[in-house]
C-alpha cells in the first residue's frame, strides 16, 4: 500500500509530463509536494485521513489543476494543505505559516503581505473549515509561484466581512471591499507570495442559489467576458439548458482579482462551477470539459492524457474526479479555463442517477 506522498507523486509525475515540463523539474515538484506535506506524506493510504480538510471530497489534502491558454500547455497547479496532519486547526495553521516561510526562504521571495494579515487569519483559537492552504504554479525551471489561502471566517463567521474589510486595508486595497458583489459569505482570501510579475490580492465569494442567467451579473471588473459568455459557462458546465435554473447544488464561487491599489474595481475575475455536484458522473463532467475548452479555442487533449495519470477507473464509473471548472479573465490577457482535478487518494465517489 503507498504512502499519500508516493501516491500523490506518482500523479504529479503524470501531471507534469502533460504539461510540459521536464523530467528534473517533475522530480524536483515531487520532492516539493511531499516536503509541503509534511509528517503526512508518510502515511499509509489504507489508514484513514488524519484530517477532515474540506480541500477535496474524500479529505485528501491535494488537489490538482491545469489551467489552459488558447496557445501553449496548461499550467499545472497543485493545491496543498501543509497543515492537514495537524491536531486542531490552531496547530495546522501555525504547520501551514512554518511552510509557507519555508518556501519563501528557500525560493528567497517575500511573505511580507502574510505577515501583515497573519493575526487576523491565524488566531489563537481559530474557527474552521481551513486555516491556510497554500497553491503552488509549477512553472519550468523547478521554482514555483506560491498563492496561499487564508479563511475570513477565522475570527467567527459573524465577522467575516469586518476580518476582510481590515485586510483589504492593510494590504493597501481600501477601495476593494465595497467593489465585491453580493453572495453569501467569503470562503478565501488569496495572496499571490511568490515571484509574480504582478502579485494579486484575491477575494472570493459564494453564490447558493445562483440562477446560471445571473452569473454575467457577477465581475466588477471593466472588461473581460461578456454576461452572455458568463451565462453559457455557468449554464454548460452546471449541465443546465434553462438559464433560469437556479444551481442549487454547492455554490459556484466567483473571484475577484486586486492588483492595483489606486483602482477602485478588481482587474480580473473567475468563475468557478463545481461542476462534481451537477453531474451525474465524471464522463458527463469531462464531456462538459472539452466542449467549453473546444469553444474558447483551447485544446482538451492534454487533459483526456492527464486523467489516467490520476486514476485507472473509467470516468464513468464515479463522479468528483473533476472538481470545478473556471472562467479566468485578467486584464490585458486572453481568457483562460481552469479544470480542477481531484487526487481520489481516499475513495470515490459512486455515480449517480
Ligand atoms: N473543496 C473545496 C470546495 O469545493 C475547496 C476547493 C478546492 C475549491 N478546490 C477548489 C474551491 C477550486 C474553488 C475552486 O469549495
Known sequence: MPTLGEFTARQLRGLCEVAGLGEQDARTYQDVLVEALGPEAGRRLDLPPSGRTFLSDDHTPVEYSLSFRPDGAPDLRVLLEPGCGSGTLEENGRAGLDTVRAMSRRWGFSAA????????????????????????????GGVPRVKVYLNPAARGPARAAETLR??????GLPQAFAALPPGDGYPFLALDLGDWEQPRVKVYVRHPGLPAAEAGELPRTADGPTAAELRHFA????????????LSGLPVLSCHVFTDAAADRPSGFTLHVPVRDYARHDGEA?????????????DPAPLLRALPSLTGRRPRDGVGLIAYLALAHQRGLPPRITVYLSAEAYSVRPPTG
Open 286 to 298: 469531462l464531456d462538459r470539459a472539452v466542449a467549453l475548452l473546444g469553444r474558447h479555442g483551447m
Open 235 to 246: 449554464a454548460t458546465a452546471a449541465g443546465t439548458t434553462d438559464g433560469d435554473a437556479r
Open 166 to 171: 481590515e485586510a483589504l486595508e492593510r494590504l
Open 113 to 140: 503581505w502574510l505577515d501583515k494579515v497573519e493575526d487576523l487569519f491565524l488566531p489563537a483559537s481559530p474557527h474552521g473549515p481551513l486555516a491556510l492552504w497554500c497553491a503552488l504554479e509549477l512553472r519550468p
